[in-house]
């Protein structure tokens, strides 16, 4: 009995000792940096995509970046390729990545862009947007709008309209009314602002 305990203490002991050699990314799985390796394909190093279908997610936050991968797993959002990428993950990695992606400085690289229907999509944007999409759409609690990848707005703007993605709450209202103010020129005017923005 007593020569049990003993060895189970030199074990235990001999157990921490080993732990305390090992860096604490081994000991909490791969890390949010290893685990964006393999995004770093389509989204960038470091999450900000050279486009022009693939959105830039760096500086993404957080929240959104986990409902963003959430929804993609369970098919609730329309996608050519996240669906399948997102069901290798588990809400734990998700997490791990989402704190990689938000430290992640974003860097917009410039689009081309009509100057005048820019400046329509900016009056528009302060009227019906900004109140979500604070500071002209810069990453936030909202996701990121400024200095995003036109054509992926496109897409996703196509897709909350022809309801492959869910509207967020209260934003469908305000999109039908920049479209009545605007008419038919007002989501590409949105969007030429957004893409105006570096
Ligand atoms: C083969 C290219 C490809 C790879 C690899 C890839 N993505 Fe994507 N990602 C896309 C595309 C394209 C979209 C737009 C949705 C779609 O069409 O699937 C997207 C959209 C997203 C979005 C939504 C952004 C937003 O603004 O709402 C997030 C978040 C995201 N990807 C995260 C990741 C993460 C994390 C990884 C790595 C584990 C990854 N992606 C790997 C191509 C890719
Ligand atoms: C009441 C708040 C609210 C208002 C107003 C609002 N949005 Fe949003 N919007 C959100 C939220 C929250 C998201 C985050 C994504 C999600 O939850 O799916 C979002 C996401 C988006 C996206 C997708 C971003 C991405 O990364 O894929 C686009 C594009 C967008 N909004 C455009 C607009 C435009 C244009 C307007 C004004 C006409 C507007 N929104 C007004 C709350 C709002």
């Given at each position: 009995m007593q020569r049990d305990d003993t060895m189970k203490k030199k074990v235990r002991n001999l157990f921490l000792a080993v732990l305390a050699l090992l860096p604490a990314s081994v000991l909490a799985g791969p890390s949010g940096e290893a685990l964006s390796f393999t995004c770093a394909g389509c989204h960038g190093t470091d999450g900000s995509s050279v486009g022009p279908s693939m959105p830039a997610i760096a500086g993404m936050d957080p929240e959104v970046f986990v409902d963003a991968m959430k929804a993609y797993r369970n098919d609730q959002r329309n996608a050519t390729i996240m669906n399948r990428i997102a069901k290798a993950y588990s809400d734990e990695q998700f997490k791990e990545m989402a704190w990689f992606f938000a430290s992640q400085k974003l860097h917009l690289f410039p689009q081309a862009h009509d100057v005048a229907l820019a400046e329509r999509g900016f009056k528009l944007h302060e009227k019906h947007c900004e109140k979500c999409h604070e500071n002209g759409g810069r990453p936030g609690d909202a996701g990121t709008?400024?200095?995003?990848w036109m054509p992926y707005l496109e897409y996703t703007m196509d897709d909350f309209l022809n309801g492959k993605r869910k509207w967020p709450r209260k934003m469908q209202r305000k999109v039908d009314a920049a479209i009545a103010d605007e008419g038919q020129d007002a989501l590409p005017a949105l969007i030429h602002y957004y893409g105006s923005q570096q």
């Open positions: 709008l400024a200095g995003q």
